[in-house]
């Protein structure tokens, strides 16, 4: 498998495995992503990864890729991998994209696919499709500028530059650097807590929905057993 799905808890975690290829995305790859996407379902809280330390995602497969060679054939697969980074922006839970590695060009597209970026400190992410003469295809253009606005989005799109971890986080590309000898241990942390089961609720607001909404989300969670529950350790602290 290429795509490997697993379930810490309520907490789903989808890794491409193809070392080889520096964990790059072919056709076969995206079929994958897509089963996983639909075994994910349910769940709290969403990762995405790379296997080993060396990349998160490298791109599209080049190799695999190159075969694509009329308009139809290019503009089939963009279409597709788009529509597979829309359904991960879509997902109705947090999902976490926790960049075990670089992830560069279609990589760094897949990245911002998700609510939030995680990174180990030696990492490094950039936009740089024009060292091919395309541009990003997979929807990652369009949010690369809801992220770091446009001036700078074309910028980095533009001269393709590869941007370190902490440069990246400053410019609020990267939400969280994290030192590479903890990093897999923080990114389960931080996530185990963001698949909470009032997440999804909290994803779905932050969204945009009519007040009413919001305030029946709110009612909901109200009166739920886990809040109870939680406020009643809260009131007893102490005594």
Not at 67 to 85: D, G, H, K, W, Y
Not at 192 to 219: I, N, W, Y
Not at 221 to 235: F, P
Request: hydrophobic letters at 50%.
């Amino acid at each position: 498998m290429m795509v490997d799905l697993e379930f810490d808890d309520e907490l789903a975690i989808i890794t491409i495995d193809r070392p080889h290829a520096r964990n790059a995305i072919s056709l076969e790859t995206m079929g994958q992503l897509e089963k996983a996407l639909d075994g994910a379902e349910g769940a709290r809280g969403l990762v995405l990864t790379g296997a080993g330390d060396r990349a998160f995602v490298s791109g599209g497969d080049l190799k695999e890729l190159s075969a694509l060679r009329t308009v139809e054939q290019a503009s089939a697969m963009s279409f597709r991998m788009r529509s597979i980074c829309d359904r991960i922006a879509g997902f109705p839970v947090p999902v976490i994209a926790a960049l075990n590695g670089h992830a560069l060009g279609g990589g760094a597209e897949f990245a911002v696919a998700a609510d939030i970026r995680l990174a180990a400190d030696d990492v490094k992410i950039g936009f740089n499709q024009v060292a091919l003469a395309i541009m990003p295809a997979w929807g990652g253009a369009e949010r690369l500028v809801e992220l770091v606005g446009y001036s700078k989005a074309l910028l980095l799109a533009g001269t393709g530059r590869i941007l370190a971890a902490t440069e990246a986080e400053r410019i609020g590309l990267i939400d969280q650097v994290i030192p590479r000898a903890s990093f897999d241990q923080q990114w389960r942390l931080i996530a185990r807590t963001l698949a909470s089961p009032q997440a999804g609720q909290v994803k779905r607001v932050m969204r945009g929905v009519p007040t009413t909404e919001a305030v029946a989300a709110f009612a909901d969670l109200w009166v739920a057993d886990q809040h109870w529950a939680a406020a009643d350790k809260v009131m007893n602290k102490g005594k």
